[in-house]
C-alpha cells in the first residue's frame, strides 16, 4: 500500500531533501522511514538487555559481597553500576 504524505521540513532536512536525485526521493525517504523503525527497535532491546545485565552483575556482586566483602571483584562490579539504580552504598 502507498500512501502520500505531506511534511514540513527543517531547513537543514529541505536543502538535503532537494539535493537527492529526482524520482527516487520516495523510496528513498521510504527507506530511511523502515531503517529509522528497525534502528528504534534495536535500541529499545539493547536497552532492555543493558538493565537484564547490570541486574545480573548487580545480582552476583551481592552474592560476591556476602560471601567476601573484601574481594576485589566486589567493588569492581559496584563501580560498573554507579549511576544505575543497583549501584550499592555500603562503603
Not at 12 to 23: D, G, R, S, V
Not at 56 to 71: E, F, R, T, V
Amino acid at each position: 500500500m502507498k500512501q502520500l504524505i505531506s511534511a514540513t521540513l527543517s531547513e537543514e532536512a529541505a536543502i538535503i531533501y532537494n539535493n537527492w536525485e529526482k524520482q527516487k526521493k520516495s523510496a528513498r525517504l521510504s527507506d530511511m522511514i523502515v531503517r529509522e523503525d528497525v534502528n528504534m527497535h534495536h535500541i529499545d532491546a539493547l536497552q532492555k538487555a543493558k538493565t537484564h545485565h547490570q541486574r545480573l552483575i548487580s545480582n552476583a556482586m551481592i552474592a560476591l559481597h556476602l560471601k567476601d566483602a573484601s574481594h576485589p571483584l566486589c567493588k569492581e562490579l559496584n563501580d560498573s553500576l554507579i549511576g544505575t539504580i543497583y549501584y550499592q552504598y555500603w562503603e
